[in-house]
């Protein structure tokens, strides 16, 4: 059963944007630790951005002044706008809940609910 689906991936040239979609349709773990991760071919999966339980928010040095996630309580649903893409941002991106601590952290293995991932693929 998937409990966080992404949407929003796609094909988008250089300098372009995209915004992807999380939506926990159970309403579940939106007031939990949540946040963007990124796993290109051969890499590691890393954080891109987070909120943290308190409403604040950290990001990937890599992305700063780029990326901006928000939340929409409401809709249960987080987002991540992203602007002045490069090639380096391809890959497949995924959303994630930690339900298990109240601090919130940026190291994948805290996090254990997933979303199937949403493919990401900028091209010059």
């Known amino acids: 059963q998937v409990v966080l689906l992404e949407s929003g991936g796609g094909s988008v040239q250089v300098g372009g944007s995209l915004r992807l979609s999380c939506r926990d349709a159970g309403y579940r773990y939106v007031s939990s630790c949540m946040g963007w991760f990124r796993q290109a071919p051969g890499k590691e999966r890393e954080k891109v951005a987070r909120t943290n339980t308190d409403g604040t928010i950290r990001y990937a040095d890599s992305v700063k002044g780029r990326f901006t996630i928000s939340k929409d309580s409401a809709k249960g649903t987080l987002y991540l706008q992203r602007n002045s893409l490069k090639p380096e941002a391809s890959a497949m991106y995924y959303c994630?809940?930690?339900?298990?601590?109240?601090?919130?952290?940026?190291?994948?293995?805290?996090?254990?609910?997933w979303g199937q991932g949403t493919q990401v693929t900028v091209s010059s």
């Open positions: 994630a809940a930690d339900t298990a601590h109240l601090t919130c952290s940026d190291y994948v293995d805290r996090y254990n609910i």
